[in-house]
């Protein structure tokens, strides 16, 4: 894949309001999860603790599949894990790199890789062993009598009779939250009010780097920006005769709500 084709379907992948999806760094087009611990330093955690990230990051895998791009080893086990009394939360430490369409897959040798219960016991299953090392040979047992496209169902049946009921769902950001993302439609050009401030940077970086891959045209604005700041924007834009995508987290006049994109396949649920 191009790198601006590449770098065009990253911002696509950003469009997804994904609780394990990493958070742009500061320079555009990067991503980045530094914050937190590692899977590997989770071994006094309660186990109901470890239960939930055990499914955290088996949604994560099943979500990075189903979206077309490739689970590399290094997506997972440099996840990282922030925890606080309401629960704990994984984030990948960066976006993908490889699509499932890539050349680099169209041999015979690259389609053996690309099946779903092939990386489960391959990638996802030693990592899954390492955080829940107790239930190391339930988990291998359940992958290895899991029928064909089953594997992520049978290993997470394991993980939800770890701990108190439901432990497993527990999140920072709610229970259940790893189960569910939902892609966020941006126009081409306008004004977007985006009550959420969490989700300001992640959009923000999606429309940059669709403009900086040649996806879309024109200049991004984005910030609290009041109704003034709004008007100087679109004022700067019109004399300039270039589309202006502005992004606000306060509800200026004129501005859309952010919505769930309206096309088919917009909102994605774990299997569970």
């Known amino acids: ?3 601006r084709s590449r770098t065009a379907a990253q911002a696509e992948l950003l469009r997804w309001d ?3 999806l990493p958070l742009p760094r500061e320079r555009v087009g990067a991503a980045s999860a530094t914050a937190g611990e590692s899977l590997t330093r ?3 955690a309660p186990l109901g603790v470890r239960a939930a990230v055990a499914l955290q990051v088996l949604a994560a895998a099943e979500f990075v599949l189903a979206r077309g791009w490739y689970l590399e080893r290094r997506l997972l086990r440099g996840a990282r894990v922030e925890r606080d009394e309401t629960g704990a939360a994984v984030r990948l430490p960066d976006l993908p790199r490889w699509r499932l369409d890539d050349r680099v897959f169209r041999t015979p040798a690259g389609q053996r890789l690309l ?4 990386l489960a016991a391959r990638l996802v299953l030693p990592l899954l ?3 829940l090392p ?3 040979a339930e988990l291998g047992g359940a992958l290895a009598r899991a029928l064909p496209g089953e594997a992520t169902a049978s290993l997470a049946e394991v993980i939800r009779e770890c701990g108190r009921p439901n432990a497993c769902l527990q999140h920072r950001h709610g229970a259940g ?3 569910w993302a939902r892609r966020l439609h941006l126009p081409g050009e306008g004004t977007v009010w985006i009550e959420e401030d969490d989700l300001l940077p992640r959009l923000t970086a999606a429309a940059t780097m669709a403009r900086s891959a040649g996806a879309r045209q024109g200049r991004v604005a984005a910030g609290r920006l009041d109704e003034g700041e709004v008007a100087q924007e679109l004022a700067r834009a019109a004399a300039a005769g270039e589309p202006l995508l502005v992004l606000t987290t306060l509800p200026v006049a004129g501005s859309l709500p952010l919505a769930i994109d309206a096309d088919e396949g917009a909102v994605w649920a774990f299997p569970l």
């Open 42 to 44: 989770l071994g006094k």
């Open 1 to 3: 894949m191009q790198a």
């Open 134 to 136: 107790e239930r190391r």
């Open 18 to 20: 994904a609780p394990f």
């Open 115 to 118: 099946g779903v219960d092939a």
């Open 129 to 131: 062993a390492g955080v």
């Open 177 to 179: 939250r790893a189960l």
